[in-house]
């Protein structure tokens, strides 16, 4: 039991900015085995952001509110999967050769590709809380928590299915081959299980569509350089993320909104 709480710190201490350093006991197998909590530290970085919106809420208006939700999520996770989406933009943007793609990736500086995918990413994540908000507030709550769940899962399907292309250590170096069968299935779980707290089985519906882009996100990645990095798990988490939003605006469009809050 202590060993799994260890793990799961190790996955907060990674993928978060929360204090939680001082009371991990470092061992490389740790990190390597924190892939199973990834969507559970969605869940908790969700939940604060949702949090956040919700007090938001009852003092600003629904677009402050979105955007003090979203700075509160960027804060916690110190932007580290958006920069893995700026740097892939950069990479796939500007690079021809598979070589050139990694190279660019390297780059910590952010040049037009990744500065327009951020600006795109933002500004459709930002209108799409408002709209959900403006469907109604505890939608946008939940599909807040679900989302950032849901990203985070996407990690482990990656993983899982191609290989880490860098030879080169790198921050995600650890996790190559460490996502098991077991650790997919109890990850996945993990990720289920959160999703039907907050919707019931409809929930469902969220993934079989995040499972879509993450499969599009997968094959896309194969295709250019043959599997993944860090960055390109960055990019398919905020992919993953943004497409749950529209998932829920479009199942409310096509079913009407009214129904839809019924449904749920």
């Known amino acids: 039991m202590k060993a799994q709480v260890q793990i799961f710190l190790a996955a907060v201490m990674f993928l978060t900015r929360l204090p939680v350093s001082r009371f991990v006991v470092y061992e490389p197998h740790y990190l390597a085995a924190s892939t199973v909590y990834f969507p559970i530290v969605g869940a908790l970085v969700g939940a604060l952001g949702s949090l956040a919106l919700w007090l938001a809420l009852n003092v600003f208006s629904p677009a402050l509110a979105v955007l003090f939700s979203m700075l509160t ?17 950069d990479g796939f943007g500007g690079g021809t050769t598979k070589e050139r793609v990694l190279d660019i990736m390297k780059d910590s500086r952010i040049g037009t590709y990744g500065a327009v995918a951020l600006w795109f990413a ?31 899962a996407s990690s482990l399907w990656l993983i899982y299915r191609y290989p880490y292309v860098r ?15 077991m650790r997919l299935s109890v990850g996945t779980g993990f990720s289920l299980a959160v999703s039907v707290a907050l919707f019931g089985w409809n929930a469902l519906i969220l993934h079989a569509f995040s499972a879509g882009v ?3 996100c997968g094959a896309y990645f194969h295709k250019r350089i043959g599997g993944i990095t860090g960055d390109a798990l960055g990019a398919a988490n905020q992919t993953t993320e943004l497409m749950s939003y529209f998932a829920n605006l479009l199942c409310a469009s096509v079913v009407g909104q009214k129904a839809f809050i019924d449904w749920l």
């Open 167 to 181: 030879s080169e250590s790198s921050t995600s170096k650890p996790f190559a081959e460490s996502v098991t069968p």
């Open 73 to 89: 999520t960027v804060l916690l996770t110190g932007a580290f999967h958006e920069d893995g989406l700026a740097d892939s933009a």
């Open 214 to 216: 993450i499969f599009l």
């Open 122 to 152: 933002f500004t459709m994540k930002f209108y799409a809380l408002v709209e959900l908000i403006a469907i109604d507030r505890w939608l946008a709550i939940k599909t807040l928590v679900v989302a950032h769940t849901l990203g985070r």
